[in-house]
């Protein structure tokens, strides 16, 4: 086999259609054929079924995958740097670990300031929001019933108590985050070893060829994604920081890291940072008038980079389908609460990725574009 077959090349945003490898001998167009499109669609349903009942075994594995390929452009950059793979990986889960860990830190005071302004609160908001008055009191009169039948049931042992909640939460994050930086290490250090063991299975060469240049633009243009989204959701991050500190909220790094996760929940991410912030606005800012320009700011943000920035950095080939967002959204979320909700657009433009190199699978890429 030639030695040039299974290098690595730098990432581009080109995507090329590449012919699916040919390994039954057959054929029959994928989309033309009643028998596979029926056995794929049961393949399909039976994956969903496992990835809602297994979710605390599927989530770090789905999530170290896509962590693989978002930390590939730093991997090839300490290669360079004649790095060894193992040292590479975890200098790289380090650093990530380290970054986690100091931004948790320094959220931690903030959260808990507004976390005390949240009681006394509610009436300001009633004095400034007098047309919401009814809808705030009822949902006052829902929570206390809330509380008052969630202290009954703990007082006769009806359910878990809030701490044992909390306790269990906390200790089911902390598995699936080992569990995540465990397998992302080792996917890490295996390099191409999964590309190599493909292609010595498939047994001609020109479909050897195919498997390769199918996978590297796959991972290239995924991993292109992945990075710029992320440094786009790092930039909406930092001009939020630095309007929250200008319009007088205070608190730039609170309200930075969640305008950067926010960001990562196309359309209901927004939609919920401009509530947010308006009524973190209401709460802090004397001026009602100047109470809403913490809102404006972030709304005049996220226009600028969603509707001008992003989609000239992603080109036309990355957008989605609203509509089909929207259900990505509300499917996942109901499959894995929060954290699908934040999977679920990543997810959507991976197939969509993965379906534009394949030519068989092209209308399929073409109905999810936007």
Known sequence: MPSDLLKIQEPTTETVPVEAPDLSGQDTPFLSDPKLLIQALLLLITALCISYF?????LPILLAFLLNLL??????????????????????????????????????????SWAQKLPGGITRLEERLQFLNEPIRTLQNFLHQLDTAGQSAAIVGAGPTLSETLF???????????????????????????????VEIVPTFKNKRRVVELSQQVEENISA?????????????????????????????????????????????????????FFAGQLTIGNAWQACLPAAAYFLIHAIEGEAITPMLLARRFTLNPVLVIISLIFWFWMWGVLGAVLAVPMLAITKIICDGLKPLNPIGHFLEG
């Not at 360079?80 to 959220?107: D, N, Y």
């Open 54 to 58: 297994a979710a605390d075994i599927v």
């Open 71 to 112: 930390f590939q452009p730093g991997m090839r950059l300490l290669a360079k740097l004649r790095f060894p793979r193992p040292l590479a990986a975890l200098l790289l889960i380090i650093a990530t670990f380290a970054s986690i860990v100091g931004i948790a830190t320094a959220l931690a005071g903030p959260a808990a």
């Open 225 to 277: 994604y992945l990075v710029t989204i992320t440094l786009m959701n790092s930039a909406v991050g930092l001009a939020t920081g630095f309007a929250m500190w200008a319009c007088g909220l205070g608190d730039p790094i609170l309200w930075g890291c969640v305008a950067f996760f926010l960001n990562y929940v196309q359309i209901l991410g927004p939609f919920t940072g401009v509530v947010l912030f």
């Open 168 to 198: 269990k939460g906390t200790q089911h994050f902390a598995g699936g985050f080992f569990e995540t930086f465990l397998i992302l290490f080792f996917l890490l250090i295996s390099g191409d070893t999964f590309l190599r063991r493909t």
